[in-house]
Nanobody
């Protein structure tokens, strides 16, 4: 069983920065690829970023490329999403997810999900 807990969300002004974290309770954290997804009100959940189990492969949605950075610390069993130059369109609930195997951008390929953390960007 894998449990994921996101934290670090909040309210920030446009142009600001925020870092969200995802702590995992799992025996072999380094065996999992991980991803960040987000869902805005009235919209479908969308891919944001993903990272391989070793951290040597990352993928980003075009909308966040150059502004967001995904990373992980396997010793701390934690994944991070550093968000810079935030825009009102980034407002959403951010979810982390894990899967066995190679990194993926498809939400349907992830097995375990956190409860989400709210990120609100004011204009």
């Amino acid at each position: 069983q894998v449990q994921l807990v996101e934290s670090g969300g909040g309210l920030v002004q446009a142009g600001g920065s925020l870092r969200v974290s995802c702590a995992a309770s799992v025996r072999t954290f380094s065996s999992y690829a991980m991803g960040w997804f987000r869902q805005a009100p009235g919209k479908e959940r969308e891919f944001v970023a993903a990272i391989s189990w070793r951290g040597d492969t990352t993928h980003y949605a075009d909308s966040v490329k150059g502004r967001f950075t995904v990373s992980r610390d396997n010793a701390k069993k934690t994944m991070y999403l550093e968000m810079n130059s935030l825009k009102p369109d980034d407002t959403a609930v951010y979810y982390c997810a894990v899967r066995f195997g190679i990194v993926s951008v498809r939400s349907t390929e992830y097995t375990y999900w956190g409860q989400g953390t709210q990120v609100t960007v004011s204009s």
